[in-house]
Every structure is written in C-alpha cells, then in structure tokens.
C-alpha cells in the first residue's frame, strides 16, 4: 500500500458535529470566539488554544508555526514570543499575521487576519513572570531558531539559567514579547459530513463588522 493509498484510506470528518446556525451568530465575531471556544473546552479538545501563527519573512514567502492563545479582548487576539526570534523579526517589518484554529473533534476552524502590535512592556513581563519555570528558562536562555551544534551545549546552558534563575525570581528575558493582533477579517468554518460546510466571515468596516456568508 502506498502512502497515497492509505492516506486516501482515512476517515474524514466522520465523526458528530455541533450545529452551526450564521444566522444567530453576535454581530461582534470576538463574542462568536469566546462561544466557541468555550464549547472547545467544554467538549475535552485538546488544547484547544494552540494555534497556528503565520507571518511574512523578508522574501516574502510564508511562515508559520504553533503558539498559544495568550488572551482575547476588545483589542484583540494575544500571543507571546520572543522578539529576538525569527517571527519577532518578520513582525517587525511586516505585522501581518494569520491565526489559524482547528478544533477537528467538532469540525470547527477560526481564521484570523490582522495586524500585530507589541503590547506595553509591563503586560510582556507580567506575562512573562506568569509562565511556568521551564518556559522562563528557555526564554532567558535565547537563541531560538539559531543553529545548534551539540545538544549538550542546550543542557549547560538551561542549567546555568536555572541557577540564576534560582537567585533571582523576579528575572524576565528583555525580548519576551505580548503580541496583538487587531482583526481585520475573521471567519469561522463548521464542517458537514456532507460538505455542505458553513462558512461566516466578518470583515471589519471602520469601528463596526460586516458579515458575509462563503461557499464552502
């Protein structure tokens, strides 16, 4: 058998799905958000706030990869990085950006398309200070996306940041960065067994949003 076959082979959206009725949604998509995402939660998704984060490199070819959603407000989607990292210099100079969530145990994605923008420096190391221990050292020890040459290089250096870690609490990575991003477009997608998927985008129009629905 060959990997197309067996591929091929795979159950695809066979499973049962929540109702998706776009003609009750909120007129404000962030509403419809936090609705699903309660329902994510409430359903046992796996982390249901993993997301796929895309950006722009300099070439102008994609990028993308899997972070957590840090917080949802008036503002916007929120999430963290380094601004030292290869995604902290693409959104540097560009701030478009891309979030994409999967919920496939309900046949559910969100797609958001925005602009991000550093938060304030003190919402970074709160939120900085905020994360659990292993994520603070491996902030503070940098280098991410930099080539590595030995593994045990990795370990002396987590070990050493864990050392000054341990005398000083209170230490935040200068680079630990918040990220918003305010939403331009953002459409949610709830599959059909029988593809007859519903698809409703809002596009934000000056301080209000309009809703369209998509062929699926």
Do not use: C
């Not at 935040?172 to 477009?185: I, L, N």
């Amino acid at each position: 058998m060959t990997l197309r076959d067996l591929l091929r082979g795979l159950p695809v959206l066979a499973h049962e799905m929540p109702p998706f009725h776009p003609t009750t949604a909120p007129a404000d998509p962030l509403a419809l958000f936090v609705d699903w995402m309660a329902g994510a939660i409430d359903a046992g998704v796996d982390e249901p706030h993993a997301m796929t984060v895309s950006t722009v490199d300099a070439d102008g070819a994609p990028d993308a990869r899997v972070l957590i959603l840090k917080d949802l407000d008036d503002a916007g989607w929120h999430f963290a990085t380094s601004s030292a990292s290869a995604k902290g210099h693409q959104l540097a100079a560009n701030p478009a950006v891309a979030l994409s969530f999967h919920w496939r145990e309900q046949g559910r994605q969100v797609r958001v398309r925005g602009i991000a923008s550093a938060a304030d420096p003190a919402v970074s190391r709160a939120d900085f200070l905020a994360r659990p221990e292993g994520s603070r050292v491996a902030s503070l020890a940098g280098r991410q996306s930099d080539v590595l040459a030995d593994r045990a290089d990795l370990d002396r250096e987590l070990a050493r940041i864990r050392e000054q870690l341990a005398g000083d609490p209170d230490l935040v990575a200068g680079t630990h960065t918040v990220y918003t991003v305010a939403p331009r477009s953002v459409e949610f997608w709830q599959a059909d067994a029988e593809r007859r998927h519903v698809r409703l985008r809002y596009l934000r129009t000056g301080a209000a949003w309009e809703r369209e629905l998509l062929w699926p």
